[in-house]
């Protein structure tokens, strides 16, 4: 069994920052991407950021130049630098991990962190 545990999250006031962390523990042989995804009050979940093996990233349009996205391959843990935060970036994010375990080819979630941006 594969556990993300996530923290992080918090009040910030528009235009500060904040890190999230996503660590994943258990029976992991190898990860083929970690991202974060967001969901506002009355929307879908929406893909914030991602991260392959290889290094690469991805980000959504609204939080390009402001997000980071990295990871420690040696932790199997996950980070979101949030900068310039915008009222609009309020939501409940969650870390997202798919990787091989003894359960085979899998998707995992964390339990999800309140980010909220206040103006």
């Given at each position: 069994?594969?556990?993300?545990?996530?923290?992080g999250?918090?009040?910030v006031q528009?235009g500060?920052s904040?890190r999230l962390?996503?660590?994943?523990?258990?029976?992991?042989?190898?990860?083929?991407a970690?991202?974060?995804?967001?969901q506002?009050p009355?929307?879908?979940?929406e893909?914030?950021a991602?991260?392959?093996?290889?290094g690469?990233s991805?980000y959504?349009?609204?939080?390009?130049?402001?997000?980071?996205?990295?990871?420690d391959?040696?932790?199997?843990?996950?980070y979101?630098?949030?900068?310039s935060?915008?009222?609009?970036?309020?939501?409940?994010?969650?870390?997202?991990?798919?990787?091989?375990s003894?359960?085979?080819?899998?998707?995992?979630?964390?339990?999800?962190?309140q980010?909220?941006?206040?103006?």
């Amino acid at each position: 069994q594969v556990q993300l545990v996530e923290s992080g999250g918090g009040l910030v006031q528009a235009g500060g920052s904040l890190r999230l962390s996503c660590a994943a523990s258990g029976s992991i042989f190898s990860i083929n991407a970690m991202g974060w995804y967001r969901q506002a009050p009355g929307k879908q979940r929406e893909l914030v950021a991602v991260i392959i093996s290889g290094g690469s990233s991805n980000y959504a349009d609204s939080v390009k130049g402001r997000f980071t996205i990295s990871r420690d391959n040696a932790k199997n843990t996950v980070y979101l630098q949030m900068n310039s935060l915008k009222p609009e970036d309020t939501a409940v994010y969650y870390c997202n991990i798919n990787c091989y375990s003894w359960d085979g080819l899998k998707d995992y979630w964390g339990q999800g962190t309140q980010v909220t941006v206040s103006s």
